[in-house]
């Protein structure tokens, strides 16, 4: 199947500071990524979805301006997390699905990535 | 809005047994409905993927069934082993045109040796 690969998968960081993680189709193009976040023994919330060349749609309640997206390749999506505190502490998975396949698309994942916020 | 939830939470087994999984779904207007694995502090592993039209998938020791019109989808796990031990997701994607899955709440399930 097709590879999806995050970094990195573990990162700590002090409280006020940004981190980027970065989410690599590597045998695909994908016009589209998404963006999930999960809480500890809790499951996936989608955070945003991510096109390529334009601007990424959030999901409700999802601050945009604390949670940047760029998709600035076929390739290549990017999250930062601006200004993180501990309450940003958590999983970041990203998804992604070949280019043209549209909704018929199968969704490959990331291996994750886990935030610290001291 | 589509809710997702999974019957039980969390699941302790002996191993050998057979068991199943539960997944319902609140809007039956779905495109797929998509089981994972996913091991502690790791990404997601997808097991099988059934089409709306379609009523189970199979996969070595697994099998899913999907009941859309009453919203419910369940795993089967054949003898079960310890490294079958891991959180099982179910997830749905719309009928709409988007590629947005809706993740259920997940299954623990240990295995014992």
């Known amino acids: 199947g097709a590879v999806v690969s995050q970094h990195p998968s573990r990162v700590i960081c002090k409280s006020g500071t940004s981190v980027k993680i970065e989410c690599r189709s590597l045998d695909f193009q994908a016009t589209t990524m998404f963006w999930y976040r999960q809480f500890p023994k809790q499951s996936l919330m989608l955070m945003a979805t991510s096109n390529e060349g334009s601007k990424a749609t959030y999901e409700q309640g999802v601050e945009k301006d604390k949670f940047l997206i760029n998709h600035a390749s076929l390739t290549l999506s990017t999250l930062t997390v601006t200004s993180a505190h501990p309450e940003d502490s958590s999983f970041y998975i990203c998804s992604a699905s070949p280019h043209g396949q549209g909704i018929a698309g199968e969704l490959f994942f990331g291996e994750g990535s886990r935030l610290t916020v001291l | ?113």
């Open chain 2, 1 to 113: 809005k589509q809710e997702v939830t999974q019957i039980p939470a969390a699941l302790s087994v002996p191993e050998g047994e057979n068991l199943v999984l539960n997944c319902s779904f609140t809007d039956s207007a779905i495109y797929n409905l998509q089981w994972f694995r996913q091991d502690p502090g790791k990404g997601l592993t997808s097991l099988l993927l059934i089409q709306s039209s379609q009523r189970e998938q199979t996969s070595g020791r697994l099998n899913a069934s999907l009941d859309k019109s009453s919203g419910r989808s369940t795993l089967y796990i054949a003898a079960s082993q310890p490294g079958d031990s891991a959180t099982y997701l179910c997830a749905v994607k719309r009928d709409t045109g988007f590629q947005k899955l809706v993740f259920g709440t997940g299954t623990r399930l240990l295995v014992s040796p």
